[in-house]
């Protein structure tokens, strides 16, 4: 596997692992939430980050490369 590979897999892994501990937290925390709690409002932006996380490392990227391979023809990508 590419260093780099391993290192992304390793990263989802870890983002795993905090997601189940963020949901593990938020399931316990006491009851009643009120609107303005900062405790809850924190794992929940947390929780948020992770995803945010996840999502771009999954998701895949366009990357223009160039039809004109001749040097001075300029670079035209679609």
């Known amino acids: 596997m590419d260093d780099y590979s391993e290192c992304l ?3 989802r892994q870890e983002l795993r692992l905090a997601q189940a501990a963020l949901r593990r937290d938020m399931a316990e925390y006491p009851t009643p939430i ?3 709690d900062e405790q809850f409002n924190h794992l ?3 929780s948020e980050r992770v995803r945010n996380a ?3 490392l999954d998701a895949q990227h366009f990357v223009p490369t160039p039809r004109k391979l001749t040097t001075g023809q300029g670079i035209e990508s679609r």
Do not use: T, Y
């Open 9 to 11: 897999l390793i990263a």
């Open 44 to 46: 929940l932006d947390q």
């Open 34 to 36: 009120a609107g303005c």
């Open 54 to 56: 996840l999502a771009a």
